[in-house]
């Protein structure tokens, strides 16, 4: 896979001064499709690396280390950033860095090498990341699935302990209820057998709550032909 970025200093043109040796018919795409090519496709990572892995982590682990010329692709990256070379128009960096490779006795294809496995390196510790990511949440959602069922089953049996309370209030109140009906039916009873021997009948035949009480003097009973003191 080609990066743009390469294109700055892949190019069929030579530096300042030189003759062009390409094929007419080379191109830079074709140039670093061929740098590639001739790379591992996917890396290996020799140690562990932890998720907070900074990149110098993930290159060692990936045993890519700085050439010993010193000329990585981070290290052009730099100088591209350098205040003598970052205003300067792109044709002016690429020939700069170019004529400075030149005369440290470095190829450029070395250059774009170094940067091609540092790339592969960074896509394949995402995939190690995302297969990480997916097992996690696989895994996770599986614990929240347990979790639901269980809290389910809690909430189902919360349920039938509340429905259990209410269907006991409720037989409750009705064989309340009922007593309270013969109640009243008893106290009418009584009433009408106290009502032919009193002027105001003491007994009362409604529920107590909503009854009022007779007065003690109204409690008496007066026989017919009875005087009152």
């Known amino acids: 896979m080609s990066k743009k970025w390469y294109n700055l200093f892949v190019s069929v043109d030579s530096p300042q001064g030189e003759a062009a040796t390409d094929s007419p018919t080379s191109s830079p795409a074709q140039t670093v499709a061929d740098i590639a090519s001739s790379l591992a496709v996917e890396p290996k990572f020799t140690a562990p690396v932890s998720a907070a892995a900074g990149f110098d982590e993930i290159y060692k682990a990936a ?132 009502s032919p021997f009193v002027t105001e009948n003491p007994i009362t035949t409604g529920s107590s709550s909503s009854a009022t009480q007779a007065a003690p003097q109204a409690s008496k009973s007066v026989t017919p032909g009875q005087r009152k003191s």
């Open 63 to 194: 045993e890519i280390p700085d050439p010993p010329h010193g000329y990585s692709i981070m290290k052009i990256a730099e100088m591209l950033q350098s205040e003598r070379i970052r205003s300067l128009p792109a044709e002016v960096k690429k020939n700069s860095i170019l004529l400075a490779l030149d005369a440290a006795g470095v190829k450029i294809e070395d250059v774009i090498a170094d940067a091609v496995k540092r790339d592969r390196a960074l896509d394949a510790y995402e995939r190690v990341q995302q297969r990480a990511l997916d097992e996690l949440e696989s895994s996770k959602e599986k614990e929240n699935s347990q979790i639901q069922a269980e809290l389910d089953h809690l909430i189902q049996q919360h349920n039938a302990r509340i429905q259990a309370n209410r269907d006991s209030v409720t037989k409750e109140k009705e064989r309340f209820y009922a007593w309270r009906l013969q109640k009243q039916q008893e106290e009418q009873k009584i009433a009408d057998s106290v």
